[in-house]
């Protein structure tokens, strides 16, 4: 398999007329073949009208159907991962290892969520029966669900070509609650972005399903997601991406006429917080998980751990020195693209100049696009009142923040702006009760990590990926990650007094795809009476 | 029980400074005792410190305590109910018999949203247990439920003086989920506002809650609700009204350094299709039950039928000739406000001019604030091309729309906006099979109602009073009424690899709430392990 350059407009292919761009290989500094086309307007058109055609298509599917349709694409990536890790190799400078898992994880993913589209229960069937009689009034029967939203816009993320992209998990969640989506695929690894498009072109042929299930629109810049996000048709939108792209998303969908909502994951700094016990009982072995959590994926991980706060002490300053060390020795690696280098480069160089602020590590550095850990340094009080030491740097870089006392470990939680997580590391006789620090950081993040490291985001029931603002555009009322992440696409709808045969099979009396549901306020998988 | 023209910041009363106004009895043409002083920014900001210091205390309370003190609010507004309903019928111009059934509506609501908040299910616990021997890595243990959002702040509406107000289901369901409210009182039933909001505090003192638990701020005109949407403190608001209204509380809350949700009902048409075999078999009954639905509350209701679609016919005309001669017998009474007269009048009198619709029914009116019933109809293709025909007129008015044949009244509805409601109304004959009208409608209003009328919302937990914009906000993704109405104020938090003792009740291994939860895929109301 080898990528063409043009956007797949369910199963025909892009017009010209859209500026061309190149994948760029970050480990060798070279353009990479084919050029691509940005779509154009008619492009866009095309792709907004087609998933509307397939919308009541697709609202009709059965839970089965979608699923079967989830399992034909990760089959299909299954099959061709060697293709597609070779390609999105060459684009992202990530190992093969790192990519081979995470095509699993995709696949893995897109099994689950067609697997919860399947069993139905994530649809919160409530019926309530009539009770003709009732005094002063009859009470008519309700029957209510979740039913999908309609065509759904997901921009691919630059640093999960996979997970976080074209198959990822806002389009495998999309598809599972049951909207066609139109992905924007992002300009850093378009090679792999066509290839996997086209395997779900297959999926969509095979379980023939209607075309405008699923088209790949390319952009060289902002234009053409900008478009999407606008235009009428659309009717939600998926991003992974700064906070700068995604509150750009957000008011340009809270500004049209039907507003939209956008999921937008964007930027969290991770606080990990250890408490004086942690450092006690285990110094070297959080020198080692921290030091692995910080550097993986070359820091371009949403969940790096990008703020270390602790007490000082004698203890915790040669912690701190150990964990140095270890930074200073971590080999550079690629980063994504060069514009990602660019910003890391420019916003660790502003931070290793800002006053109260030191450098307490930084490894060497002489490959094209190559990074290395740089971290800092600075009190609890500069922090407190330097508003832009809150901001998220992408790639390897943290903060370490030195508090004089507990009460100013709880004013720098306090402090906190939204996270995707907070951890916290404690030693054994320091949960023996209530923490105010958990009651802070409950208020802060969308997922508390005890004795963790906050990197690996695991793709379950449970898992929320998201949390108050900026960390996420809806202020974490939502997960990305894990099957909540198929409520984002749905919208609420209730039957009044139908008549049986008009309603969807989830909500017939005769139960026939044996739900739970909650019948008269019990939860049950019987049929009505 | 009589009101003192105050607001109440907690247990203090507010500062002066504010605009003065008083309440207006429509049905007499008279101002009302005492003058009400809208809030000054230092009550504002009072009553906003003290919301955010009881929201941790909040965040804990038991769902047994939340219950507790739902039921003590609900206890206070019936003991009290003949000084309640004397009051809001000065106010409001509202029958006896209606009121009395408000505030019965509105307690029967706060006793099932605090019987949820006890019961837990709601919360959405999930656990997914440890597996330290997975490879390639291992998985951790995840909890994971809903948590409240912090401090609310719910605007009175005008229309339901109890149950969408400040005891109302805003309110109601705000407290259930955990989070401490600010009322912003409707200027238009001041006094109820007033004394409805000191039955809550005396449930507060009652109950030991923190003093931050309620307040309630008066406001002449907008510059409270606005300062208080976007006060940094605040978290979510929950509003009913106008979509101009909505849509500028909506604007402002997006345009915010952090945004927070509006939950905002605004306006809706609710169409009503009306298929032949209905007349052929019942057209008498249908004269009846949609007069009655129309003249409700003198029109004033968010679910108030304003669209009626027919295919010409003979059957048809006569059904439209009845309906008419029932509407010009119908007695005028008081609209709500001297306002919303105003504009009915205004709105009704441009509509009677606009090209290609004219007026059926208009019965006549006399009294000061009064309004009887306008009926208009046009033709399908003339609604179609005229945007401002798919206008909501809030009060005692619709609009017949004729269509030629089937496919103009599936154009019809295609062309809808967002709704709350849509109805249909067929014979027994036209259920056969899957009807394309439904599938339409589905997409375009939150409750579909069959051979019914849309007013009347029961409270309960299949209720969904929500849908597409520009009848909600957020397009029907959640509702304001039933059970689900809590969920609005909360978002997701997990928990990752816990101390047991740390961990929320909730999601403690042992399940001491004994509340039905999804552990590692599967309901189920055990303890783990």
């Not at 993913?109 to 019926?127: N, P, V």
Request: hydrophobic content about 40%; overall charge neutral; charged content about 20%.
């Amino acid at each position: 398999m080898k990528p063409d350059g043009g956007s797949l407009i369910g199963f025909g292919s892009g017009g010209p007329g859209g500026a061309i761009f190149q994948a760029f290989d970050p480990a060798r500094g070279t353009h990479l073949e084919p050029s691509f086309s940005s779509a154009s307007r008619d492009d866009i058109e095309r792709a907004a009208q087609l998933a509307t055609a397939a919308a009541p298509v697709w609202a009709r599917l059965s839970g089965a159907m979608r699923n079967r349709f989830l399992r034909a694409v990760a089959d299909n990536l299954e099959a061709k991962s060697p293709d597609l890790v070779a390609r999105a190799m060459l684009e992202t400078g990530l190992s093969e290892a790192r990519l081979m898992g995470e095509v699993a994880r995709t696949c893995g993913q897109m099994r689950l969520y067609g697997e919860t589209a399947e069993r139905g229960d994530w649809l919160d069937a409530r019926i309530e029966t009539a009770l003709p009689e009732r005094k002063p009034l009859p009470k008519p029967d309700h029957r209510s669900m979740l039913r999908p939203l309609g065509p759904v816009v997901v921009f691919g993320s630059s640093n999960f070509p996979f997970a976080y992209s074209v198959a990822g998990g806002d389009t495998a969640s999309a598809f599972a609650a049951g909207c066609p989506v139109i992905v924007k695929a992002h300009p850093a690894h378009p090679g792999t972005s066509e290839l996997v498009g086209r395997l779900i072109l297959h999926a969509v042929r095979d379980c023939a399903l209607p075309e405008g299930t699923f088209s790949l629109l390319f952009d060289a810049g902002f234009e053409v997601g900008q478009a999407l996000v606008k235009h009428p048709l659309v009717k939600a939108v998926g991003f992974t991406g700064s906070v700068k792209g995604g509150r750009a998303l957000v008011d340009l969908a809270a500004a049209r006429p039907e507003p939209i909502p956008v999921y937008a994951e964007m930027g969290s700094i991770n606080p990990v917080f250890i408490l004086p016990g942690a450092l006690q009982e285990r110094s070297a072995a959080i020198v080692d998980g921290l030091h692995a959590s910080s550097i993986l994926g070359v820091g371009q991980f949403c969940t790096n751990p990008g703020l270390i706060v602790l007490e000082r002490s004698v203890a915790a300053e040669q912690f701190v020195r150990d964990l140095a060390a270890k930074l200073n020795a971590t080999p550079e690696a690629a980063m994504l693209t060069p514009g990602i280098q660019k910003n890391f480069i420019s916003n660790t160089a502003a931070r290793s100049r800002q006053s109260g602020v030191k450098v307490i590590a930084q490894a060497r550095t002489s490959v094209a696009c190559g990074a290395a850990p740089i971290w800092f340094e600075t009190e609890a009080i500069n922090f407190l009142g330097t508003h832009n030491l809150s901001e998220e740097i992408f790639g390897p870089s943290s903060l370490v923040i030195w508090c004089r006392n507990g009460t100013e470990m709880l004013n720098v939680a306090r402090h906190l702006e939204g996270n995707l997580t907070a951890t916290l590391l404690v030693g054994g006789n320091e949960v023996q009760g209530p923490l105010e620090l958990v009651d802070l950081l409950a208020a802060k993040a969308g997922r508390l990590v005890m004795n963790g490291y906050p990197t690996g985001v695991e793709v379950s029931h449970a898992m929320v990926h998201g949390g108050p603002y900026p960390s996420t555009s809806d202020g974490g009322r939502s997960t990305s990650v894990g099957t909540r992440a198929l409520d984002r696409w749905t919208r609420l709808v209730c039957y009044q007094s139908f008549a049986e045969k008009l309603l969807p099979p989830e909500l017939q009396s005769a139960n026939p795809l044996g739900l739970r549901r909650l019948v008269n306020g019990e939860w049950t998988q019987n049929s009505l009476g």
